[in-house]
């Protein structure tokens, strides 16, 4: 297996894993995410898209590299946003200060929306693991795995002899 190959395989299972986390903790766990968990998981998304299209498209010239290369660069900035927001909930960063509710339609149904609706704030830990809330995980799985995903993706092959 080249390091192509191993590259595309972890730009599909990292954030395939890590949204499979998030939705996990929500639906089985009750967390509900804030609006900074949300932006990790569009970038993960995005990622998620990118390492498809690397594998569909791997007959190209470059077999999908530049495809590999979006979807790290998806990973590695879901993990700026992840190192972002612990920094927010351990208190070095301030955080959102406005509303942060997308809430729409008329007076009734927002009031309603709003008293339904679970509190939840960005600068706030739900869950932690070994002292490492779930955005400080991201981070660093993202960042790890993200400049992993690089550099094997910029890798040479081998020359066989």
């Given amino acids: 297996m080249t390091s192509l190959q191993r590259a595309k395989i972890l730009a599909l299972l990292v954030p395939a894993g890590l949204l499979a986390g ?3 903790s929500e639906i089985w766990g009750g967390l509900y995410p804030c609006e900074m ?23 190209l010239p470059d077999r999908g590299r530049s495809f590999v290369w979006l ?8 993990g700026g946003i992840g190192a972002y927001h612990a920094g927010v909930e351990a208190g070095i960063f301030e955080g959102f200060t406005q509303c942060t509710s997308t809430a729409t339609g008329s007076a009734e149904d927002l009031l309603k929306s709003i008293l339904s609706a679970p509190l939840v704030r960005c600068d706030q830990v739900q ?18 795995f993200g400049l992993v995903i690089l550099w094997l993706s910029l890798r040479k092959p081998k020359r066989s002899a």
């Fill in 22 to 24: 998030a939705y996990g």
């Fill in 37 to 59: 968990c949300w932006w990790q998981r569009y970038a993960h998304f995005v990622a998620l898209a990118a390492a498809l299209l690397a594998f569909l498209l791997s007959r």
């Fill in 71 to 78: 979807s790290a660069l998806g990973i590695l900035t879901s």
């Fill in 127 to 144: 869950f932690e693991f070994l002292g490492i809330s779930m955005a400080g995980w991201n981070a660093i799985f993202s960042i790890g």
